[in-house]
């Protein structure tokens, strides 16, 4: 069978070379197009995070407003994913000949049936608040449910705003337009750090719900205006239910709903779990959540930003080989970063939370924590990342209710592993079993994906995985040196201070890591290298 593939795709690619290199220079540079917004966006993140720890610490209050915040942090995966993964194959699929002649009726139902959907879950958020917060976090004491619920109501208003977003960003990304949609988080952040500054005072926890939905809805603006010609010419309400873009986008929504309530039911059922520990658990998890997760939040979801319209496309003109050669360069791509990531987000949890977060409101004891249960989320990160991008392909392959499967099963691990491990060891536990839910279905996915592809995935990633871990281990020893260097120099210098410099031992750490993987020509090093010479020259012409 697989020889067969081989031989059916070869006068393809040889005559399409090309093709495909430039292909994969655009996806590579469009990945790291939109790491660098992200990364700018998740930058103010950890600003955000530091002035909501110093304003507020790890209190009943703040633990409030996360668990009414979970509403705008599912909708961007409820609607810009479900709706995104839906619309770009039926998109890719009508562009196939010519993009000009798409009879956008089918896509108008679609973003009719979404805009519909969104104003429903806006009005039963207002509607049943409280309920949702007694099923979100169960064991929240009375003033701090009422507070809970307050906010949520507020934060339906952002539920309908991203609504609007989330249909304008997937027209973007179908099209390759990935800036305007990725700024996002700067946008948001940059409005949660101003409300937290300046209203936190007279306003409290208000003020930061003010803000949320101040930032997503300057998004909105914006994003309407750089679609002003695409709203004015083509985006008309619709209800052509039969037509075959809808039909096809709509058969794919339905798994896509259930596998992301499946993907966001590890962080429902933990926070559940975790509401039933002592006050500032949920705001300790959140905190690490936030730190742990970040190189999956500003490198992860770049990388399946850029490759799942290609992985759709090859899907459909049905290219076997080159769909799975995608695959493999996104997962080399994910692990290039993801490893070393996790390895030095294990070796300095208490330095990154003692520069971050502790001072203001926030305690020795809450930072203790936070470190070890950001540690423990770490640790599952590369794993988190090839899981992900798994199910991206097989959405690609428009196999989703596979993806679902392999959710659910890792939700019930997941509530397995938290009975288990939470009385033992608290919130880190917590984390932990959520590492291990994450990458048994990593294994699973994995798997399934190769069966069903008849292609393998596993051993053309044998050696670019061999040369990463070498890299990994090289970044590992130089930092781990260093930084037992300055321990053991024993300087006066203030907790920050120590921290900034163990940090700072990360530098050279990184160009080792870098400079061993020139040497085993690692080839996202030299793609790396080339996208930055090209840059330097760009700049100098």
Same mark, same amino acid.
């Given at each position: ?53 110093? &304003? ?27 709706v995104t993964t839906a ?16 009879? &956008? ?112 809805g300057i998004h909105m ?69 936030? #730190?742990?997760?970040l190189p999956m939040e ?80 770490? #640790? ?115 907790? &920050? ?45």
């Amino acid at each position: 069978m697989v020889m067969n593939l081989q031989a059916r795709e070869t006068p393809l690619q040889e005559n399409d070379t090309h093709t495909g290199t430039r292909v994969r220079r655009n996806e590579f540079r469009s990945a790291f197009l939109i790491t660098a917004l992200h990364m700018t966006g998740k930058g103010l993140g950890l600003v955000k995070t530091l002035v909501i720890a110093a &304003w507020f610490g790890a209190s009943g209050a703040l633990d409030a407003f996360w668990v009414a915040y979970m509403i705008p942090q599912l909708m961007p995966g409820l609607i810009l994913g479900v709706v995104t993964t839906a619309f770009i194959p039926s998109f890719m699929r009508s562009a196939a000949t010519d993009e000009e002649s798409i009879d &956008w009726r089918g896509l108008n139902t679609l973003f009719t049936l979404v805009g519909m959907t969104v104003i429903t879950i806006a009005i039963l958020v207002v509607l049943a608040r409280s309920g949702i917060v007694s099923a979100m976090a169960p064991g929240l004491p009375a003033d701090v449910h009422a507070l809970a619920a307050k906010l949520m109501g507020l934060m339906a208003i952002a539920v309908v705003i991203f609504g609007i977003n989330a249909m304008l960003s997937a027209v973007m990304q179908a099209t390759h337009r990935f800036g305007v949609m990725s700024l996002e988080s700067i946008i948001t952040n940059i409005f949660i750090i101003a409300g937290a500054i300046y209203f936190s005072d007279s306003l409290g926890v208000l003020g930061l719900a003010y803000a949320v939905i101040g930032g997503f809805g300057i998004h909105m603006m914006l994003l309407i205006w750089v679609n002003r010609d695409l709203i004015r010419e083509k985006l008309r309400p619709a209800f052509d239910f039969s037509h075959n873009d809808f039909r096809g986008s709509a058969g794919h929504m339905l798994p896509l709903l259930i596998g992301f309530f499946g993907s966001v039911g590890m962080t429902i059922v933990d926070r559940i779990f975790v509401s039933t520990l002592d006050a500032g658990a949920i705001s300790i998890l959140v905190y690490a959540s936030m #730190i742990a997760l970040l190189p999956m939040e500003v490198f992860g979801h770049a990388v399946f930003t850029a490759f799942y319209p290609g992985l759709s496309q090859d899907h459909a003109n049905g290219h076997v080989l080159a769909m799975r050669d995608a695959q493999i360069r996104g997962m080399r791509l994910l692990l290039f970063v993801m490893l070393p990531a996790m390895a030095g987000l294990v070796m300095v949890s208490d330095a990154v939370v003692s520069l971050l977060l502790q001072r203001g409101a926030f305690s020795n004891e809450a930072a203790g924590l936070t470190a070890a249960t950001m540690a423990a989320l770490a #640790i599952g990160l590369p794993l988190r990342a090839v899981n992900y991008f798994n199910f991206r392909v097989l959405h690609a392959r428009r196999e989703p209710w596979i993806a679902v499967s392999i959710g659910l099963f890792g939700v019930s691990l997941n509530v397995l592993l938290d009975m288990l491990l939470i009385e033992p060891f608290g919130v880190v536990g917590i984390a932990f079993a959520t590492s291990m839910a994450m990458a048994a279905c990593t294994v699973l996915s994995t798997v399934l994906l190769q069966r069903r592809q008849r292609v393998s995935i596993v051993r053309p990633m044998l050696r670019p995985f061999g040369k990463l871990v070498l890299m990994t281990l090289t970044l590992v020893m130089v930092a781990g040196l260093l930084i037992r260097l300055v321990d053991r120099a024993s300087l006066p210098l203030a907790g &920050w201070q120590l921290a900034l410099i163990q940090l700072a031992a990360f530098i050279p750490a990184a160009l080792s890591f870098l400079l061993v993987g020139y040497l085993l020509r690692f080839e996202e090093v030299h793609s790396l290298l080339k996208f930055l010479q090209r840059r330097v020259r760009r700049q100098e012409s």
